[in-house]
């Protein structure tokens, strides 16, 4: 066994650079570093403030959970021994630690406990620090420490590694007092190490089970898009068939899946502007759940022959939520067939767009599309439009919109034109307002025509029964309006967006339609804030308690500027947002972007 160095070795490598001839060859790499460190006066380690201890454990939280319950049985058996433990970060940075009560209290008197601060070139030569720099378990004891007033420890640490990616994620350390021998703290720490390693692994394995069910829910919505979904290690969770047909750039890909890991534990906002242009022609989406990533969503875009306006598309459509989802899981099967579709749903939920789209869907969709105004039919020009042949066709879609609204002669013609069409080859879609049985029941509708219109049927709910599609059906519309004319995309606020997913849209997708329309028209920004919207939308927002909500978040706003001295990228990461994201508050709330460099 090696001769354990004494403080005559280090005293005479101090004084004149003497390599004592029984140092073991990773503390005197070390030594040789923390000389250029310029620390061996130092008595403690650094110590983290309140606020970035705090920012630390909360970006580690994983690391942390992985390491809860190895702490918690450890700390029990090291309590009376005089060893302690501590869970460090990859920076160095102590973030838990258990033990032995009476050696953890001795331990703050070097910062051996929260918020110390231990790489080789904050405190020299140390385990912690050692271990970090070498990637390998370490252990340092007494005068192998390069600052004298940490020599009064001995140390073992062994690094803690994600075993899907290989990246170091902090180190396990066990510390006890000078003088007091202990054969085992390496193997302890390192099997402490490696039951930290086993529980993340395991947490892994869960998140990638929750990223193959959101593949699966995201197919329901998107239908037959390639996609991918790789999960926080950059690794495949399941990909399409199709995907590595139609993504032919593996380099790219390749890049985005390494970037992955080093993004992963900062906030879905950030991962997603990070990785927002690193493979073009793709769309990436963060997966979460509640506030940490899990994985990346990569789908292509693939554009569609058939399909004249992709916005309309019954994938599209079906992307706002899960109410969407099923009704366009059920429109995409009805597609294929030729059956007369009955389409209800009140005023502006978006009936026409959906029986497009069901066109556009079908073996029929080279086929025209006809629209038909039932309550503006008269029966003498009906009558002469049959007689001509001048509607109809052998292919393609007749709609029918309101045909509750005819008056019953004109019912009578329109049961006629059916029959033709259907005969001819063209496909019967009608749209109603009105629930079509209860007026059959009632009478005010005829039950032969009712029959021949509604082989199947397809109920959209109002706006106000699907409040968690809102928003994204806002983004889907303000796409659209961008799209259209080479327009600006507007932005809302957090205040002005609650405020729109509080109000009931009694007009639905139609009045939302013309909301847009109208703030793009009077706002000189582009940028809407809740005191932009109508007074409808503000009243709504003072019911859910939103003015409170807005000053609270005004305060903490100004708090956190000014605890970072007005550096507004500090201030964003204070706040766990994206920079961005912060700019857009301050210019709601009137804030100026002052800052200091």
Same mark, same amino acid.
């Given at each position: 066994m090696a001769r354990t160095l004494g403080k005559g070795d280090w005293e005479e490598f101090m004084a004149v650079g003497r390599i004592p001839p029984d140092i073991r060859q990773d503390v005197l790499q070390s030594w040789k570093r923390s000389a250029a460190y310029r620390v061996a006066g130092l008595k403690h380690a650094p110590l983290l403030s309140e606020e970035s201890l705090f920012a630390r454990r909360t970006f580690e939280r994983r690391l942390r959970a992985g390491a809860k319950t190895a702490l918690a049985r450890a700390g029990k058996l090291l309590d009376g021994t005089e060893n302690i433990l501590l869970l460090c970060d990859r920076t160095g940075v102590v973030l838990d630690a258990v033990g032995d009560e009476a050696t953890l209290a001795r331990g703050r008197e070097n910062h051996?406990?929260?918020?110390?601060?231990?790489?080789?070139?904050?405190?020299?030569?140390?385990?912690?620090?050692?271990?970090?720099?070498?990637?390998?378990?370490? @252990?340092?004891?007494?005068a192998e420490h390069f600052c004298e007033e940490i020599q009064r420890w001995n140390c073992a640490a062994t690094p803690i590694t994600d075993q899907g990616s290989g990246m170091l994620l902090g180190v396990m350390d066990i510390s006890w007092p000078s003088g007091m021998p202990q054969a085992n703290a390496v193997a302890l720490s390192a099997a402490l190490a490696l039951q930290v390693e086993s529980e993340l692994t395991r947490?892994?394995?869960?998140? &990638?089970e929750a990223l193959m069910e959101q593949l699966h829910l995201r197919r329901l919505r998107r239908g037959n898009e390639p996609m991918l979904i790789v999960d926080r290690c950059g690794a495949d969770v399941l990909a399409t068939e199709d995907f590595a047909r139609f993504c032919d750039d593996d380099r790219t890909l390749t890049a985005l899946r390494a970037r992955i890991p080093e993004l992963i534990d900062q906030t879905p906002e950030a991962i997603g502007e990070a990785l927002s242009d690193c493979l073009p022609g793709t769309d990436l989406e963060v997966i979460a759940t509640g506030n940490d990533a899990i994985g990346v969503l990569i789908s292509l875009r693939r554009s569609r022959a058939h399909a004249a306006d992709a916005n309309a598309d019954l994938i599209k459509i079906g992307a706002a939520g899960v109410a969407s989802s099923v009704l366009c899981t059920q429109a995409q099967r009805l597609a294929l067939t030729n059956i007369p579709l009955l389409i209800e749903g009140d005023t502006g939920v978006g009936k026409t767009f959906l029986a497009q789209a069901i066109h556009r869907a079908s073996p029929q969709a080279e086929g025209p599309f006809e629209l038909i105004d039932c309550s503006r039919l008269m029966a003498d020009r009906l009558c002469e439009d049959l007689a001509h042949g001048r509607i109809g066709a052998t292919s393609g879609v007749l709609c029918l919109n309101g045909p509750a609204e005819a008056p019953p002669e004109v019912q009578k013609l329109l049961l006629n034109l059916?029959?033709?069409?259907?005969?001819?080859?063209? &496909?019967?879609?009608?749209?109603?307002? &009105?629930?079509?049985?209860?007026? @059959?029941?009632?009478?005010?509708? &005829?039950?032969?025509?009712?029959?021949?219109?509604?082989?199947?049927?397809?109920?959209?709910?109002?706006?106000?029964?699907?409040?968690?599609?809102?928003?994204?059906?806002?983004q889907q519309l303000v796409l659209r309006h961008a799209a259209e004319g080479n327009r600006r995309e507007l932005r809302f606020t957090s205040q002005a967006t609650a405020a729109l997913a509080a109000y009931p849209w009694p007009g639905n997708l139609l009045e939302m339609k013309n909301l847009i329309a109208t703030l793009d028209a009077l706002s000189p920004t582009g940028l809407i804030d809740e005191r932009t919207l109508p007074a409808e939308f503000r009243a709504a927002s003072k019911g859910a308690g939103g003015d409170t909500l807005r000053d609270k978040e005004r305060l903490e706003i100004l708090g956190a500027i000014e605890a970072e001295a007005g550096n507004l990228s500090r201030a964003a990461q204070r706040l766990g947002i994206a920079r961005s994201t912060l700019y857009l508050k301050l210019d709601s709330y009137g804030i100026p972007r002052s800052r200091q460099p």
């Open positions: 051996l406990h929260l918020g110390g601060h231990w790489t080789e070139d904050a405190i020299g030569t140390n385990a912690i620090g050692t271990a970090l720099a070498a990637g390998r378990p370490m @252990v340092v004891r007494e947490l892994l394995a869960r998140e &990638r059916v029959e033709d069409v259907s005969r001819a080859g063209m &496909r019967v879609i009608a749209l109603s307002v &009105r629930r079509l049985y209860g007026a @059959v029941q009632r009478g005010e509708f &005829r039950s032969d025509l009712y029959y021949r219109i509604a082989g199947a049927r397809l109920e959209i709910q109002p706006l106000r029964e699907r409040p968690d599609e809102i928003l994204p059906l806002l």
